[in-house]
C-alpha cells in the first residue's frame, strides 16, 4: 500500500539531555531537540498487521494539520519546528474518517462498512493517570501519525476502542462523501471542546467569548462558542483569508492585531469596548503565542472570566496574578482531546447541524499528491487541506 512517510536523522542538539526512556524507545519528546533533515516522500509499504482487538480503516478523508506543517520546516541547523513526542520514520496524518473494511475478533461492535472517525491520543487506560481519568495525560501515550503510523495511507490498524461511529452525519450532510470531511474535522472540533467544555467547564450563555488565533482549532473554538451560547464572539487574526472564514464558522468580530497596532491600541481595549467594559467570560488560546497574547487576555477577563490555553509553545509567558484575584479568574491548561464524551459530543453536534465546519476546508488533494499538499499547506493560505480518498 501507499502511505506518506515522514522520515528525519536522529541527531540530538548538543545541549539536549536524551533521556534513557527516549532512547530505548527511539521516541523524542521534545522533537524540535532531536530530529533534524525531515523529509517527505510517498512510499509504499506492507498493509498494517492487525490485532484481536483493532479494526483495519481505509481512510476516506484526512486534514493536514499544523503539527504536519511543523514536522516538514526546520530552523536554520535544520532541525524540524514540531516541539512535542514524536518517533520517525512515521506515516503522518491524524484527522481523519474512513471506513472500516475489517474487523479483529475483538473489535467490539464495530463491523465492515462502518463509518468511523478516531481518536489520535492512544492512551493506555493502565497508567497512574490513564486511571484516574487523565487519558489525554497518559504516561505510555502513543499518537497516531506522530508515533505510530497514521492515515495519509490506504490503509491503517487502529485499536477499536479509539473509533467512533459517524454514520450520523450522513444524513445532516447530505452524502457519505461529505460526511467523511465532517468526520475527519472532529478531531480537532474535540481539542476545542475538550478544552472548553471539558477542562474549563464552559460558559455561561450569554457571555462573550474571545478567540486568539483562528486556524483549525480557533475555528472550532468559534463555532462551539456559538452553539453553547456565546453573546458576543470576537476572533483576532492577521491573515485576511483565515479572518473570513472565521466569519463564516460564527465570529461577529474579527480583528487583525497587527492593525490595532499601527492605530496605536491593543485587542484589550477593542475586546474591553465591545463588551462594554465588562471583558469576556471565556478567552480561548489558540495562536501559540502566550508571551503575546496572555498580557491582553488577563486585562480583558470578565470577573469570573477563564483563560483557555490549547495553542502550543515553548516560550514562557508573563502573568500578572493580582488580575485573577480581583477577577476571581482562572487560567486553565488542555491538551487532546481523549475522555469525557468529547468526541461522541462532537459528533452530535455536527449531526444535529448544531456546528459545521467544513466551510473551513478549502483544497483538496489525492494521496498521490499528499507531499505536495502538505507543500502547500506551508504557504498557509489555506483553512484546512483534506486529503480524499
Ligand atoms: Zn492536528
Ligand atoms: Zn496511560
Known amino acids: 500500500m501507499k502511505g506518506l512517510v515522514l522520515t528525519a536523522e ?20 521534545t522533537g524540535s531537540s532531536v530530529w533534524r533533515k525531515p523529509k517527505l516522500s510517498l512510499e509504499t509499504l506492507s498493509e498494517p498487521r492487525l490485532s484481536p482487538r483493532d479494526v483495519l480503516i481505509k481512510p476516506k478523508a484526512c486534514g493536514v494539520c499544523g503539527s504536519d506543517v511543523h514536522f516538514l520546516e526546520t530552523d ?23 471506513e472500516v473494511v475489517e474487523a479483529g475478533r475483538e473489535a467490539g461492535d464495530l463491523r465492515p462498512g462502518d463509518m468511523v472517525t478516531c481518536e489520535e491520543m492512544i492512551w493506555c487506560g493502565e497508567c497512574t493517570p490513564c486511571r484516574n481519568g487523565y487519558p489525554n495525560q497518559c504516561q505510555r501515550l502513543e499518537e497516531i501519525g506522530f508515533t505510530i503510523n497514521g492515515a495519509q495511507a490506504e490503509y491503517l490498524a487502529v485499536g477499536a476502542k479509539y473509533c467512533w461511529k459517524i454514520n450520523a452525519l450522513v444524513e445532516r450532510y447530505g452524502s457519505t462523501d461529505r460526511a467523511y470531511e465532517a468526520g475527519a474535522l472532529c478531531e480537532p472540533t474535540s481539542v476545542s471542546y475538550n478544552a472548553m467544555f471539558t477542562r474549563a467547564q464552559g460558559f455561561k450563555p450569554g ?19 456559538r452553539a453553547a451560547g456565546a453573546a458576543k464572539i470576537i476572533a483576532f487574526e492577521v491573515s485576511s483569508m483565515r479572518q473570513e472564514l472565521a466569519r463564516k464558522v460564527g465570529a461577529d468580530v474579527v480583528l487583525n492585531p497587527l492593525d490595532l497596532e499601527r492605530q496605536r491600541t491593543k485587542p ?30 488577563e486585562a480583558s477577563m470578565a470577573v469570573g472570566g477563564k483563560i483557555v490555553i490549547i495553542g502550543r509553545a515553548s516560550d514562557r509567558a508573563q502573568v500578572y496574578l493580582e488580575h485573577f484575584q480581583t477577577h476571581a479568574a482562572q487560567i486553565y491548561g488542555a491538551q487532546g482531546h481523549s475522555g469525557y464524551g468529547n468526541f461522541p459530543n462532537v459528533i452530535r453536534l455536527m449531526a444535529a447541524g448544531r456546528i459545521d465546519l467544513t466551510p473551513i476546508i ?4 489525492a494521496l498521490d499528491q499528499s507531499v505536495e499538499a502538505v507543500k502547500k499547506a506551508t504557504k498557509r493560505e489555506d483553512g484546512k487541506i483534506m486529503i480524499r480518498a
Open 268 to 297: 484589550r481595549d477593542a475586546i474591553m469596548e465591545l463588551t462594554e467594559g465588562e471583558g469576556a467570560a471565556m478567552l480561548v488560546e489558540a495562536a501559540g503565542a502566550p508571551p503575546r497574547t496572555m498580557p491582553e487576555m
Open 207 to 225: 457571555g462573550h467569548v474571545v478567540v486568539f488565533g483562528t486556524g483549525p482549532i480557533g475555528f472550532a473554538a468559534i463555532a462551539l462558542a
Open 362 to 365: 478549502t483544497s483538496r488533494f
Open 10 to 29: 536522529w541527531d540530538p542538539r548538543p545541549n539536549y539531555r536524551v533521556t534513557e526512556w527516549e532512547r530505548t524507545n527511539g521516541k523524542a519528546i
Open 76 to 98: 536554520d541547523q535544520g532541525y524540524m519546528l514540531y516541539p512535542g513526542l514524536t518517533r520517525f520514520p512515521v506515516i503522518i496524518g491524524h484527522e481523519f474518517s474512513g
